[in-house]
């Protein structure tokens, strides 16, 4: 397994800043407990599953969103695949944000 990006680390707030920026919006963070978090996905699973579609919030993913931090070493990549990062944090977002624009995702 590679895993592809920068090797200096990103909080969530960066993460956040470079796409609310991308976006032209102010960031906005919810604090939402455990305990609401895990009954809305688990609400959100029983009401996907009668509907017959896919959650768009599942009890996974919740667990995963519960999480402080995500490491993830890109060394192994840049080692053996001599990949590195070409285009920063910002650009990137901002790259992503046109392109959802463009295809009216957003």
């Known amino acids: 397994i590679y895993y592809l990006g920068e090797k200096s680390p990103r909080s969530w707030e960066e993460i956040s800043q470079a796409i609310a920026a991308a976006l032209g919006v102010r960031p906005m963070t919810v604090p939402v407990p455990s305990a609401l978090l895990a009954s809305a996905a688990w609400a959100w699973e029983g009401i996907a599953r009668l509907a017959g579609v896919p959650p768009l919030l599942n009890r996974d993913k919740a667990c995963e969103m519960q999480q402080r931090y ?16 070409s285009v920063p944090l ?17």
Do not use: N
């Open 70 to 85: 995500w490491v993830c070493d890109p060394s192994k990549a840049s080692h053996e695949l001599g990949f590195t990062t």
């Open 90 to 106: 910002h650009v990137g977002a901002q790259r992503v944000a046109e392109w959802y624009q463009s295809h009216g995702w957003l």
